[in-house]
């Protein structure tokens, strides 16, 4: 079982990033898939999740018409799209998997996998 996440890297303020997280050794859309984020110095925070009961891409609120989480059931891959990029966005992003209630997407403690996260940096 396995989450690769990847598609980090440098990018200037009010960039672009895709980020993919792929999954083998299960089906991704059997299970709830979350992205969190944590920055330096700081506590990890939720930021996007497709809740496996229901199908529907949640987003926090802080994100929101920035970044879209989307999955391609036929590639087992859960991405996230990051426009307009910001400095604040700096982070190590990690994909996860569990089977919270979808009261509880965004606890990051009711996640049981996690991927070895991928690092973003919004610096000019």
């Known amino acids: 079982v396995q989450l690769q996440a990847s598609g980090g890297g440098l990018v200037q303020p009010g960039g672009s990033l895709r980020l993919s997280c792929a999954a083998s050794g299960f089906t991704l859309r059997t299970y709830t898939i979350s992205w969190f984020r944590q920055a330096p110095g700081k506590e990890r925070e939720w930021v996007a999740g497709i809740h496996a009961g229901n199908n529907h891409i949640y987003h926090a609120d802080d994100i929101k018409g920035r970044f879209t989480m989307s999955r391609d059931n036929a590639k087992n891959t859960a991405y996230l799209q990051m426009n307009d990029l910001k400095p604040d966005d700096t982070a190590t992003y990690y994909c996860?998997?569990?089977?919270?209630?979808?009261?509880?997407?965004?606890?990051?403690?009711?996640?049981?996998?996690w991927g070895q996260g991928t690092l973003v940096t919004v610096s000019s």
């Open positions: 996860a998997r569990g089977r919270p209630p979808l009261g509880s997407i965004r606890n990051g403690d009711v996640y049981t996998f």
